[in-house]
């Protein structure tokens, strides 16, 4: 027999962490700031909903680039799956 799980996508609690740095957003779409300090920076990310929860999180080396006018982002966003 199998049972169906329904889930509100739009009711899902989404916490996001690091051991460094600033994060700017809402929910699945956030932006990370880097630190000014190089290093390997772990950035976190939770989901909960309706006493379900899931974690995912990945490693990010920092360096300082001697060239200011370059500019990179990373860019983490998770897709409602159908």
Not at 3 to 14: E, G, S, V, Y
Not at 45 to 69: E, M
Request: with cysteine.
């Amino acid at each position: 027999m199998q049972k169906r799980l329904i889930l509100d996508l739009d009711a899902i609690n989404f916490t996001w962490t690091a051991n460094g740095g600033n994060f700017m957003g809402l929910d699945s779409l956030v932006e990370w700031k880097a630190p000014a300090s190089e290093g390997i920076y772990v950035i976190n990310v939770k989901l909960q909903t309706q006493g379900l929860s899931s974690s995912a999180s990945t490693q990010i080396l920092v360096r300082i680039s001697l060239h200011p006018l370059e500019k990179q982002s990373l860019l983490i966003h998770f897709r409602k799956c159908q």
